[in-house]
Structure formats: structure tokens, C-alpha cells
């Protein structure tokens, strides 16, 4: 959600920033703008379009070593030019990206309007660079310092000032900002993917905290404008691939690689078949754990209900499932034994980092499963475990899920066996059933041509329906996320037992309905459930791993490899991946960048 990236060296800005912005094109943005300064004045670019549209809006632009960029993802005022970043104040002397959100703008306005500023945009920005300008004195860091004591709500910024082309001010709040170090030239960015390829020496900037950018040396400075030291962090790329290798969406790509990522996420905490999490949580603290609350996101929050019903089942440990937007705002009921698992892939969520901030201040034990190393959550959390998933880049996550339902998944076994409440054989069993989960989610990938023949029966309809019970009602709700985020299709996840109390009224003729069944115990009910929609007309797809599953049912069954129960979804979301795909393909849709949604959605 909106993205920041600023240079200063020796090469050319434009070209940094481009590729800096292409590279934070993923977080989702509805238009994009680039300063740089060449003799003494900014040369500003705005545009509403792609970001590959200011390649020939800058072309006439004079070279210049610093500058900055900006992807916009509207919040105040809607998508034009005017309201694109950058920025700049009334005597155009000062230049601001900024993402988050001002929540005092309107006070800050009125109190610049009465010293006779005047605004040009509806943003909640525009009022910085105006303050900034108020409150400079000679010293760009103590006017960026004073305006940002008068700010509330979040912000992470980058600033210029025309006549001062060494120089780039960062700061930030509860909004993420990274420092890159170069030779000769440094960076900021919203989130290190954008300037890899330049350097992947990387200093985080926490909140409240300042870096002066120059070519050739970074300072970093607290909230009261001392001098620190921050470390210089090197961040391994291995496993940061963030091109499409081929495919033709990174959403396709990204599905592809989920068996890698089931198999790199295994690999890492089960050793010898035996759990292995480097967590400060005694085995006594685990015993006392009288209640486990797990706090994510959309997709993240669907991979949380999964670890419900293994932790549930498995420990007897009561697990409420909350979404981080509500959890912030309840005044949650937390005992000093209760336990927080906090689920994040891009570990930059601003609800779930909220979330976090309330149970670290009333000293709750907790943990976070994070995919992006580094990240805010991963650098706030007092223990953390890692989804392998890599760089995810389409904005519908895909792989990360299928890694965090592995890891929730191990985790609630591991509880559960110090926990020591249920037979370990059964444990082990589960164990054993998820080393092989990632040559069948291969087998299930290999499958395509099945889902894109479903993928074109869908593709015109108005509604889907995703059904289930138990394990399955959670795959429905991904699945129909899924497909609504991408495809703009209205779809709803519903218990297949609740249908009948309401939903069942909008079955009509044809309407899709697809069926994951995967229980053996809920076979007879979920046959049921069946008829009971097929006779009002709908048309069912079944998902199952049931080999006994009667073939006269539905209008078509899609029979997956056989899995231990407990571990279904690994398999079953594979193909609602795939459909919610090709579906958007069909319609000819921005697959990766679905409208209005970010990937990192870094305001509430
Ligand atoms: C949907 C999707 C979102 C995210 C949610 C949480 O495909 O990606 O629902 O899951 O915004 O994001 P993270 O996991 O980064 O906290």
C-alpha cells in the first residue's frame, strides 16, 4: 500500500527509481510520481497511469543524481494527478513522498490556511511540505523534527529541499521505511525488494527515528535528534526472486511454487521427524497455556482458523481466531497464561501490528509467523517463526498461505506434544502424512487442465458458492477470497450445515457451487448437503480426497491424492487457486494487481 523509494549518488535518479517503483509495484497503487532536482529546481512527474508511463514523461528531464518516488494507493482524495505524490509546499521549495495516514490534517490545514497557505490537492499530505516550510529555520532535519511532533497518525517520508541536492531526510511511524547502503550512494525505500539490485546492506529505521541520506554516508538520529548507531544488516537474496521466471503472472508462478515452498518450510522445523521451534516458551509455560488467540488478516486469518482445528484438537487448548481489525478494539480478555500467535506474511499489516504493540504492553507471551525477514512484526515480536515461502508478489496471496498452514500446523503439533495429552502415534502419523504433502500438492498442480475446464463453465457467472464443513468450511473461505479479489466475482463460503438457515435461498438454476469434502465422518451429511442444493438447481464441483466418493452426486468431482484428514487443505486450496486464476485470465483481468487492494496494507 503505496510505496517509497529515494536515491542519492552518482548514477541516474530516474533510473533508480523506476526500477524502484516497478519493483513496489506489487503493493498495490493507482498512480505513481517521481522528483528529482537539476539546478536548483524539482523536476516533478506525476501520472495516474502505470509506472512504465513516467518512462516517457521523464525522458526530457535533465539527469540528476537524487531524487524521489512514489506509488500512491488513494486514501484522501481520489486517483488524479494533482493528489499523486511527490509533493511540494506553496513556495515550492521542499519535496515530500509519504505514505500512511495524517489524521490531524484537517486542524493542521485550517492552522496553515490562517498563515495564508494555501492547498492545491485534497490529500492529507500536501500539509507537510507546507509545515515543513513553517517551520524551517536554516536546518532541514530540525523543521523535518518539529513537523513531525505536530503530526498524529503514520507516516513514513522521505524530503528534499530544491537548493540542497545532497541531501534526503527520512523518517517514519508506524509505517515501514528501510535505509539501503551503497558505494557512493544510498537509498530508502518502503521495503528493501525495491533496491536489491543496488545493495542488500540494509539499515531499518524504527519509529520516531530520522536518517540523513548523502552520497557517501548515512547518519541516523532518535526521536530527540541524537546521533546512533544503527546496524547495517546484510539481507540473504537467496531466496528474494522476485521475477516471473517465464510465467506470464506472478499469481501463476507463485502457485507453482507451492510444493517448493510446503517442502522449504518442512525442511526447516522438522528434523529427523522431530519439531524443532527456537522459542522462548518453556515446556512448563506451555503446559499452563489456558487459552491461544490467534490475531492475522484476510488469507492470513483463514491460515489461523486451520491452526484452531489442529490446536483445538490436538492440545484441548481453546483457540479464538481473530481478525487483527477487531481484535485492536475489543479490549480483548488476556490472562497472563493465555498465549498470541500473530500471522502475517508481509509482516507490515498496520491492524496486526497494532495487535501485536496492545499484547506486548500488557506483557502477554506471544509469537509471530512472519514470511518477510526484517519486517516490522518480525523486529517487534519477542519470538518469531519463519513461512519459507519467499517473495510473494502477486497481491492474492497463494503460497504464502499454503507455508503458513504448514507452520500452524507444526506448531500445533508441537504443543500438542508437550502438551502430552494425545497419542503420539497419531501425532507422529501426521507428521510423517506432511512429508509428503509437497509431491502431492505436485500431483495436484499437475492436474491444471481439469481446473482451467471449470475456470471456463465459471468465468461469466454472477456468484460462486464455496461449501464445506469442519477443515472444509475454512478452505471454502480462502477459496472464495480468492476468487472475489481477483475476479470481481461475488462468492460466498458457507458451513454446508448453515445453508439451509438462509444462504440456500440464493441457489437458483446453474448457480456454481463448489464442494470440498474431505472428511470421512461428515461424508453422509456433506452427501446430503449435496442434494439438497442440486435439487434447487446449482451446479457442484466437488473437491475431494475421498476415493469412495459416490461419482453420481455431482456435475463433476475432481479426485485429489489421499491425505491424512487433519491436513486436506494442502491439497484442496490448490485447485481454488488455480480456478480463481484462470477465471481472471479469462476475463482478462489485472491478475496481479487486482483493483483497489494492496499487498502490504500498511494503513488501517
Ligand atoms: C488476500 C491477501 C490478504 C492478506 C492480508 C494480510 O489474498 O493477501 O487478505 O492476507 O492483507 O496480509 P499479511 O499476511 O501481509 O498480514
Known amino acids: 500500500m503505496c510505496g517509497i523509494v529515494g536515491y542519492i549518488g552518482e548514477n541516474n535518479a530516474n533510473d533508480v527509481l523506476l526500477t524502484g517503483l516497478k519493483k513496489l509495484e506489487y503493493r498495490g497503487y493507482d498512480s505513481c510520481g517521481i522528483a528529482t532536482i537539476y539546478n536548483d529546481k524539482f523536476q516533478i512527474h506525476k501520472t495516474t497511469n502505470r509506472i512504465d508511463s513516467l518512462v516517457s514523461c521523464i525522458q526530457d528531464t535533465e539527469k540528476s543524481n537524487i531524487g524521489l518516488g512514489h506509488t500512491r494507493w ?97 523518517t517514519r511511524k508506524n509505517s515501514p521505511l528501510v535505509i539501503g547502503v551503497g558505494e557512493n550512494e544510498n537509498f530508502i525505500a518502503s521495503d528493501y525488494s525495491a533496491i536489491l539490485k543496488y545493495t542488500n546492506k540494509i539499515g531499518i529505521l524504527e519509529n520516531d527515528e530520522f536518517a540523513v541520506l548523502k552520497k557517501d554516508e548515512v547518519s541516523f538520529y532518535d526521536k530527540d535528534l541524537n546521533k546512533k548507531d544503527v546496524a547495517i544488516k546484510n539481507i540473504d537474496t537467496k531466496d528474494f526472486d522476485v521475477e516471473k521466471n517465464g510465467y506470464e503472472h506472478f499469481m501463476l508462478k507463485e502457485i507453482n511454487e507451492n510444493s517448493i515452498t510446503a517442502k522449504k518450510t518442512l525442511d526447516t522445523y522438522l528434523i529427523n521427524g522431530k519439531l524443532k521451534f527456537d522459542i522462548n516458551l518453556s515446556d512448563e509455560e506451555i503446559k499452563n497455556i489456558k487459552h491461544i488467540h490467534i490475531v492475522a488478516c484476510g488469507t492470513a486469518m483463514h491460515a489461523g482458523l486451520n491452526g484452531k482445528y489442529i490446536i483445538e484438537k490436538f492440545t484441548r487448548i481453546p483457540v479464538n481466531v481473530e481478525v487483527a481489525s477487531e481484535f485492536r478494539y475489543k479490549n480483548p480478555i488476556l490472562d497472563k497464561d493465555d498465549f498470541v500467535i500473530f500471522i502475517s506474511q508481509s509482516g507490515e499489516t498496520a491492524d496486526t501490528i497494532a495487535c501485536l504493540q496492545l499484547v506486548k504492553d500488557r506483557n502477554i507471551k506471544h509469537m509471530s509467523m512472519v514470511n518477510v525477514k526484517e519486517s516490522t512484526i518480525d523486529r517487534m515480536s519477542d519470538n518469531v517463526i519463519y513461512t519459507k515461502a519467499g517473495a510473494e508478489i502477486a497481491v492474492a496471496s497463494t503460497k504464502a498461505y499454503i507455508a503458513q498452514v504448514i507452520l500452524i500446523d507444526l506448531f500445533g503439533i508441537y504443543l500438542a506434544q508437550k502438551r502430552g495429552l494425545y497419542d503420539d502415534e497419531e501425532l507422529n502419523n501426521i507428521l510423517r ?17 481439469e481446473y482451467i475446464d471449470y475456470a471456463n463453465k465459471i468465468s461469466n457467472k454472477r456468484d460462486v458458492f464455496y461449501l464445506g464443513r469442519g477443515l472444509d468450511y475454512y478452505v471454502a473461505l480462502e477459496g472464495s477470497l480468492k476468487l472475489k479479489e481477483i475476479s470481481y466475482i461475488h462468492s460466498e463460503a458457507t458451513q454446508f450445515g448453515e445453508l439451509k438457515h438462509g444462504p440456500i435461498a440464493l441457489i437458483e438454476d446453474d448457480t456454481p457451487a463448489i464442494v470440498m469434502a474431505t472428511s470421512k465422518n461428515l461424508l453422509d451429511k456433506t452427501i446430503s448437503n449435496i442434494k439438497e442444493i442440486k435439487a434447487r438447481g446449482a451446479n457442484v464441483l466437488v473437491l475431494t480426497t475421498l476415493k469412495d466418493f459416490p461419482s453420481n452426486v455431482a456435475d463433476k468431482i475432481i479426485l485429489l491424492p489421499e491425505v491424512n484428514e487433519n491436513l486436506s487443505p494442502l491439497l484442496t486450496m490448490i485447485p481454488l487457486q488455480l480456478i480463481a486464476y484462470h477465471v481472471t485470465v479469462n476475463k482478462g483481468l489485472d491478475v496481479d494487481k487486482p483493483r483497489n487492494l494492496a499487498k502490504s496494507v500498511t494503513v488501517e
Open 74 to 170: 488513494a486514501t484522501h482524495g481520489g486517483v488524479c494527478e494533482k493528489n499523486a505524490h511527490p509533493h511540494t509546499d506553496n513556495k515550492d521549495k521542499f519535496v515530500v513522498v509519504h505514505n500512511g495516514i495524517i489524521e490531524n490534517y484537517i486542524e493542521l490545514k485550517e492552522l496553515l490556511k490562517d498563515k495564508g497557505y494555501e492547498f492545491y490537492s485534497d490529500t492529507d499530505t500536501e500539509v507537510i511540505p507546507n509545515l515543513i516550510d513553517l517551520n524551517y529555520d536554516g536546518n532541514l532535519l530540525e523543521a523535518t523534527k518539529k513537523t513531525v511532533d505536530m503530526l498524529e497518525g503514520s507516516y513514513a517520508l522521505g524530503i528534499m529541499k530544491k537548493d540542497n541536492p545532497n541531501e534526503i531526510i527520512a
Open 433 to 449: 502424512s506432511l512429508i509428503e504433502i509437497p509431491n502431492k500438492i505436485q500431483e495436484v498442480l499437475e492436474e491444471d487442465k
